[in-house]
């Protein structure tokens, strides 16, 4: 008898230990996304505390590209640094001629690119940032109060690559406040890196990062990006420089717009149609 209850107690303690380690296994697989067979099959309905987990522990790193902004860099730069909260900044410098450089160092870490080629200046700054997603801001575009929120709500949806905000002009035109209200929509003609284009940082290195394009490099990425999951429209506004629609004119520049986009997509060079998209300062 005295032996039996041995070999009984024994058998428990075998059980129980089994028990606590399938326990454990099954809690580490909670934490990781794709791991939850309910979370793979149902991503309509995620969890709602592995989303708040997920949400909550998303860094954003903002990367600034800038070539010759000097007249209003100190301005755009200081909005940006009341809106960060804990996201890393780093402003990519081109090689600017004017005083850009000087100004950005006064506000964040600043990196110098030997060519003005906005791809290059992108994929740089994204090799200095460490966060889980990557924020892509022209230095004329100004993000909207709580971009964080937005970001991390988007992405709490794991079939959500990446997305861009919607657009909003610093200057009140009837024509400027139609196509901004286009923006809301998906389509390829509506969505440009003026948008502040974000996307995970897995994804980003699965693309092999921006395209070394001197030009229509955010039409690429976001081609690209597209394929590799659902592209989100924020409802938030970025508020943007209307001076290239302003200096050319409104309808004339969207027609413009259109028409480069698509030469591109027809197989001509960005090299070559950059020839046709002067600088505007």
């Known amino acids: 008898m005295k032996a039996g209850h041995i070999v009984e107690q024994s058998l ?44 909550s522990e998303v860094s954003i790193g903002i990367v600034v590209p ?15 640094r009341t809106l960060v909260r804990n996201e890393a ?10 005083d850009s450089v000087r100004i950005a160092r006064r506000f964040f870490p600043t990196e110098i690119c030997s060519i003005a080629n906005r791809g290059v200046q992108l994929n740089r700054g994204t090799q200095l940032l460490r966060s889980d997603v ?3 801001l022209h ?25 861009c905000f919607r657009l909003q002009f610093d200057v009140a035109r009837p024509m400027l ?30 693309m092999g990062g921006y395209e070394r394009l001197p030009f229509l ?32 004119g409104v309808v004339r520049q969207q027609l413009w717009n259109i028409l480069l986009v698509i030469l591109f997509e027809l197989g001509v060079p960005a090299e070559r149609l950059a020839r046709l998209y002067p600088h505007v300062r």
């Open 12 to 55: 428990g303690k075998f059980v129980q230990g089994v028990r606590l380690t399938q326990l454990a296994e099954g809690s580490l697989s909670r934490g990781v996304v794709g791991t939850d067979p309910q979370l793979s099959l149902s991503p309509r309905r995620p969890r709602r505390r592995e989303r708040a987990i997920e949400t």
């Open 66 to 80: 800038v070539y010759n902004e000097a007249a209003i860099l100190a301005s755009a730069l200081e909005k940006l």
């Open 89 to 98: 900044v780093v402003v990519v410098d081109g090689g600017s001629s004017d």
């Open 134 to 136: 990557l924020l892509f």
């Open 139 to 163: 230095a004329d575009s100004q993000l909207p109060a709580g971009f964080q929120t937005a970001i991390q709500h988007a992405l709490s949806d794991p079939r959500v690559a990446g997305g």
């Open 177 to 206: 406040r139609f196509y901004s209200w286009c923006t809301r929509f998906p389509g390829r003609f509506f969505h440009f890196g003026d948008q502040g284009f974000f996307v995970r940082r897995s994804v980003f290195e699965e």
């Open 217 to 248: 490099e955010d039409v690429s990425f976001l081609r690209r990006l597209r394929c590799c999951g659902r592209f989100k429209v924020l409802p938030l506004p970025v508020v943007t420089s209307a001076r290239r629609f302003l200096r050319r």
